[in-house]
Nanobody
């Protein structure tokens, strides 16, 4: 069983910064794409950013230029540096990873428990 443990959420003023992290643990052969998604109350879960195993990144237009996704493959950890935060960034942020296990050729998608980010003055 894979666990994705997130940390770094909290309350921040508009214009401030937060750094989220998510570490994967368990019996894992390889981690492919990792990403961050967010969901505000009453809204659909939306893509924030993804990063491939080779380091290729994609960002939602709403966060491009403000957020940076990165990963440490040795530590099985993905990060999201969030700068110039806006009230509309307020949401629960979820870590995501595509992972292969021993004796399987299939990729499985896992999600973290979510961490609350609140941007308010």
């Amino acid at each position: 069983q894979v666990q994705l443990v997130e940390s770094g959420g909290g309350l921040v003023q508009p214009g401030g910064s937060l750094r989220l992290s998510c570490a994967a643990s368990g019996i894992i052969i390889r981690i492919y794409t990792m990403g961050w998604y967010r969901q505000a109350p009453g809204n659909q879960r939306e893509l924030v950013a993804t990063i491939s195993s080779g380091g290729s990144t994609n960002y939602a237009d709403s966060v491009k230029g403000r957020f940076t996704i990165s990963r440490d493959n040795a530590k099985r950890t993905v990060f999201l540096q969030m700068n110039s935060l806006k009230p509309e960034d307020t949401a629960v942020y979820y870590c995501n990873a595509d992972i292969t296990h021993p004796f399987s050729t299939s990729q499985y998608t896992y999600w973290g428990q979510g961490t609350q980010v609140t941007v308010s003055s």
